[in-house]
C-alpha cells in the first residue's frame, strides 16, 4: 500500500512541475512579445507570484506574466533586510565586461594580485589622470588596473584620436602613460576596441569618467584614492 501511495504521489508532483513548467513557458513568450525587438539574456520567476526578473544587459527589471506591466527599482527581502536585485545586476555586468578580451584592455598588473578593477577612463580626464599617476600604488596595493576607454567628447574628438592612437601604439600602457601625462603621441590608427569600449559605457550607464567597476560587479563613479579603493575591495555586502 505505501509503494503505492508512494507511486502516486510522485506521480501528482510530476504533474504539477510539468503544468508548472508549461506555465512559464507560456509567461515567458508573452513576456519576449512584449518586449519586441529587445531581446533579454535571461527570464526567471521571483518570489512573487505573477512577476518575472528580466536582463537585458545590466539592466534588471520585472514583469508581470501577461507582459503588459514592467517594475524598475530593487527588489527587497524584508526578512533578511538584503536586495534581491543587486545580486543579479552585479552578476550581469560582470557577465558584460566579460565579453571583452584582456587584448583589447591596457592593463597594468602587480607581481601578486589580489583584486581586479576595470577603469573607463578618458585621455584628457584631470581625475583620470591623478588616478593613473598613482597606478603604483595602486598596484602596491595589489589592485589590477584594466583600462577601457571612455572618451566623453565623443567619436571623432580629440580624447577619441588619443585614445585611438594608445591602442595602436607598440607599447599601449607606455602610450598611455604619455598621454595622461601630455605628451605628443603618434598619432596612428588602426583596429581598436574603442567604440566597443563607448557602447559598454552606454549599457552601463555612466556618464562621467572615471568609471571603475569592482570585481564583484559593484560600481563606483569619480576618483577613489589608492587606499580607499583597497577598503571597497575587501568589502562586499553579498
Same mark, same amino acid.
Given at each position: 500500500m505505501n509503494s503505492i501511495k508512494?507511486? @502516486?504521489? @510522485?506521480?501528482?508532483?510530476s504533474l504539477a512541475t510539468t503544468a508548472a513548467l508549461a506555465d512559464r513557458a507560456v509567461d515567458e513568450a508573452a513576456i519576449r512579445k512584449a518586449l519586441g525587438s529587445v531581446e533579454p539574456d535571461t527570464i526567471a520567476p521571483v518570489p512573487i507570484a505573477g512577476l518575472y526578473e528580466?536582463?537585458?544587459g545590466p539592466r534588471v527589471v520585472y514583469m508581470s506574466a501577461d507582459g503588459h506591466y #514592467?517594475? %524598475? &527599482? !530593487?527588489? @527587497?527581502d524584508v526578512q533578511s533586510r538584503k536586495s534581491l536585485t543587486e545580486p543579479r545586476r552585479r552578476e550581469a555586468i560582470?557577465?558584460?565586461?566579460?565579453?571583452?578580451? !584582456?587584448?583589447? #584592455?591596457?592593463?597594468?598588473?602587480? !607581481?601578486?594580485?589580489?583584486?581586479?578593477?576595470?577603469?573607463f577612463t578618458d585621455i584628457d580626464c584631470g581625475y583620470c589622470r591623478k588616478?593613473?599617476? %598613482?597606478?603604483?600604488?595602486?598596484?602596491?596595493e595589489g589592485i589590477e588596473i584594466r583600462y577601457m #576607454?571612455?572618451?566623453?567628447? &565623443?567619436? &571623432? *574628438?580629440? *580624447?577619441?584620436?588619443?585614445?585611438?592612437a594608445v591602442f595602436c601604439s607598440e607599447d599601449r600602457?607606455?602610450?598611455?602613460t604619455d598621454a595622461k601625462n601630455g605628451k605628443a603621441l603618434d598619432m596612428k590608427t588602426c583596429d581598436n576596441p574603442v567604440d566597443k569600449h563607448m557602447e559598454l559605457v552606454r549599457q552601463l550607464g555612466?556618464? &562621467?569618467?572615471?568609471?571603475?567597476?569592482? !570585481?564583484? =560587479?559593484?560600481? %563606483?563613479? =569619480?576618483?577613489?584614492?589608492?587606499?580607499?579603493?583597497?577598503?571597497l575591495l575587501d568589502q562586499t555586502d553579498y
Open positions: 508512494t507511486v @502516486i504521489f @510522485i506521480s501528482l508532483v528580466v536582463v537585458v #514592467m517594475l %524598475q &527599482g !530593487e527588489l @527587497i560582470r557577465a558584460l565586461l566579460d565579453t571583452v578580451s !584582456e587584448d583589447d #584592455m591596457i592593463i597594468f598588473k602587480p !607581481e601578486k594580485v589580489k583584486h581586479v578593477v576595470t577603469v588616478l593613473h599617476s %598613482q597606478i603604483d600604488q595602486y598596484l602596491a #576607454m571612455f572618451p566623453r567628447a &565623443g567619436v &571623432g *574628438s580629440d *580624447s577619441y584620436k588619443k585614445a585611438v600602457n607606455a602610450a598611455l555612466a556618464r &562621467g569618467t572615471p568609471f571603475i567597476v569592482l !570585481e564583484d =560587479g559593484r560600481t %563606483q563613479p =569619480g576618483y577613489v584614492s589608492p587606499k580607499q579603493l583597497a577598503r
